[in-house]
C-alpha cells in the first residue's frame, strides 16, 4: 500500500531504527567481514506506486541487510578504511536530518561551522596559518583541487588563466615518485596526462623520492610549468617525500608543491612521528582524508592551499541568482560542488567529543597493532614480512604459496579482510589498521586467521 509523504511516517519507524541500528553496531564483531557473494539486490522494476516506507524497511532488512559488509568493524584491514566514532554517527545522522546545503553562508550557521573545522583540522595537523581549503568527499577529490590550482599557477606563469581560457599551448610537467593511484587518475581529469607524469626515481627500498634525482630532472625540464606531487605516506611503504628538501627545489623552480597526506599526516599526531612530514608547512597544496584515519563516516576528505585566490579563479563562477553579500565566504567558491552535504558536522562532533589526545591514540593504537602482527608474521613459519611497518600498514607474503590463493581464502573465511599489495615488484597481502575499534585482541584474532589461511591448516 502506499504511504503518504508525511513525516510520522519516520517518527514511526524510528524505534525499529534504531534497534536495527543498536545491533549493526554491537554485531559488527561477530559479522562475516567481507560480503563478496551477493553483489547485486534482488532485480525489481521501480514501482509506479510507491510501496510505501514500512514494506521497504522490511525490504531493506530482507534484502540488503544480509548483504552488507562490516567494513566499520574492527578486521576490515582492507585498502585505508577508517570506522567511525560515535560522535561522529550523531553528527553524521543530524546532517542529514537538518540537511543543510554548505555552498554559501546563506543565513545558517553551517559554513561557519565548516570554516571552524578546518581550523581545528590546520590546529591538529600543526599546519600553519593563512592555510584556507574546503571538505571534499575524499582525498581523490582533494587531490583534484590541488592538480586545478597548480595547472592554475603554471598557466599563470606563462600569463595564461587556464580556468578562463583553457590550457591552450601551456606547457606543464607534472613530476612525482610515488603517486597514489588517485594522482594518476586526477592528472588525467584536469588533461594533463596521467602518461606524461615524469617518474622520479625513488631512494633504494623507500617510496620515498631521491631528491637529487628530482633535481636533475627539475632542471633539465623545459615546460615553464612544473607541478611536483609528493607523498606524506605512500599507501603501501607509507613512506614520506623530504619535503622540505623537495620544497626548497620547488622555489628554485617556481614548481607548485603538492603533497598528499591522505592518512599519512595523522602520523604528525605522533611525536615520534611528527618530524617524518616536516617542511609541509611550505607546501602549496595539501591532502588529507577525514573518512580514514580520523574515523568520520564517508564521504569525507580535506583540501587545504595557502593560495586563497588560485582556489577562487578556479572554483568561484558567477550567476545572478548566486550572488549573496555574506559575511562569510561562499564554500562553493573553494570547491568542486556548487551544492553540497554538511560534511562538517561529524567533524565537529568527533574532534569536540574526543580532541588532539583521543585522536592521538586511534593512531598510536593502531601503529602498535601493526608492529604486533609484523612481529607475529616474522616468528611465523608461513609468511615473511615484506617490509618491517613505520606507521599503520603491514606488507608481507606468504612464504610456500602465491599471495592471491592466500588472500582469497583469508577473506572467504569472512573472519578479517585485506587486500592485496605489491612491494617493489613483490606480490604480497597488505593490511592497514585505521579504525578505533581495532582492539589488541583484534590482532590476536587475524593471527589465528592467517595461520588457518595457509594450505593445510584450514580447519
Ligand atoms: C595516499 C592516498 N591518497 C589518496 C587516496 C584516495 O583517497 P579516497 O579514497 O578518499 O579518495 C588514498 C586512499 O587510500 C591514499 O591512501
Not at 553483489?39 to 540488503?64: I, K, N, T, Y
Not at 612521528?273 to 580514514?292: L, N, P, Q, V, Y
Not at 580535506?302 to 549573496?324: G, M
Not at 610456500?400 to 606480490?427: I, K
Amino acid at each position: 500500500m502506499e504511504s503518504a509523504l508525511t513525516d510520522q511516517a519516520f517518527f514511526a519507524l524510528q524505534p525499529e531504527l534504531t534497534a536495527w541500528s543498536q545491533q549493526w553496531l554491537q554485531q559488527l564483531d561477530q559479522r562475516p567481514v567481507a560480503r563478496p557473494d551477493e553483489p547485486m539486490p534482488p532485480l525489481r522494476d521501480l514501482p509506479g506506486h510507491g510501496l510505501g516506507l514500512e514494506a521497504v524497511w522490511q525490504s531493506f532488512c530482507r534484502d540488503l541487510a544480509p548483504g552488507f559488509n562490516a567494513s566499520p568493524g574492527p578486521r576490515y584491514l582492507g585498502f585505508v578504511t577508517g570506522g567511525v566514532t560515535p560522535a561522529a554517527l550523531a553528527g553524521d545522522w543530524l546532517t542529514a536530518v537538518i540537511d543543510q546545503n554548505v555552498a554559501s553562508a546563506g543565513n545558517s550557521i553551517a559554513t561557519g561551522v565548516e570554516l571552524q573545522v578546518l581550523d581545528w583540522l590546520r590546529q591538529l595537523l600543526e599546519l600553519p596559518g593563512g592555510l584556507i581549503g574546503s571538505l571534499t568527499t575524499g582525498a581523490t577529490a582533494a587531490n583534484l583541487l590541488g592538480m586545478v590550482c597548480a595547472r592554475q599557477y603554471a598557466g599563470w606563469r606563462q600569463g595564461r588563466d587556464i580556468a578562463r581560457d583553457g590550457i591552450g599551448s601551456a606547457a606543464i610537467k607534472v613530476f612525482s615518485g610515488t603517486p597514489h593511484a588517485s594522482s594518476l587518475k586526477v592528472v588525467g581529469l584536469v588533461g594533463l596526462g596521467r602518461e606524461q607524469i615524469a617518474a622520479v626515481p625513488c631512494l633504494p627500498g623507500s617510496e620515498a623520492m631521491d631528491v637529487a634525482a628530482l633535481a636533475a630532472m627539475l632542471e633539465a625540464s623545459p615546460e615553464p610549468g612544473k607541478i611536483v606531487i609528493a607523498s606524506a605516506g605512500t599507501v603501501t611503504g607509507t613512506d614520506f617525500d623530504d619535503l622540505n628538501a623537495i620544497a626548497a627545489l620547488c622555489r628554485q623552480h617556481q614548481a607548485w608543491l603538492h603533497v598528499d597526506g591522505a592518512f599519512g599526516l595523522f602520523s604528525r599526531l605522533d611525536p615520534q612521528r611528527r618530524d617524518w612530514s616536516a617542511g609541509i608547512e611550505f607546501a602549496d597544496s595539501i591532502t588529507c582524508d577525514g573518512h580514514k584515519w580520523l574515523n568520520v563516516p564517508y564521504d569525507c576528505g580535506i583540501f587545504f592551499t595557502r593560495h586563497a585566490d588560485l582556489l577562487q579563479q578556479c572554483c568561484s563562477v558567477s550567476a545572478p541568482y548566486l550572488e549573496t553579500h555574506d559575511l562569510l565566504p561562499a564554500l562553493m567558491d573553494r570547491g568542486i560542488e556548487q551544492s553540497r552535504r554538511f560534511r562538517a558536522l561529524p567533524l565537529w562532533f568527533s574532534l569536540l567529543a574526543y580532541g588532539r589526545e583521543g585522536m592521538r591514540r586511534i593512531v598510536e593504537d593502531n601503529c602498535r597493532q601493526a608492529a604486533a602482527l609484523a612481529e607475529w608474521l616474522e616468528a611465523s613459519p608461513d609468511y615473511a614480512l615484506l617490509k618491517a611497518p613505520r606507521l599503520n600498514v603491514v606488507v608481507f607474503r606468504p612464504r610456500q604459496e602465491a599471495s592471491a590463493d592466500v588472500l582469497a581464502r583469508l577473506n572467504a573465511a569472512g573472519e578479517v579482510f585485506m587486500t592485496p599489495g605489491q612491494w617493489q615488484g613483490q606480490q604480497g597481502i597488505r593490511a592497514a589498521f585505521s579504525n578505533w575499534r581495532t582492539g589488541d585482541g583484534d590482532v590476536e584474532r587475524v593471527c589465528r586467521a592467517l595461520a588457518a589461511a595457509v594450505r593445510g591448516n584450514a580447519s
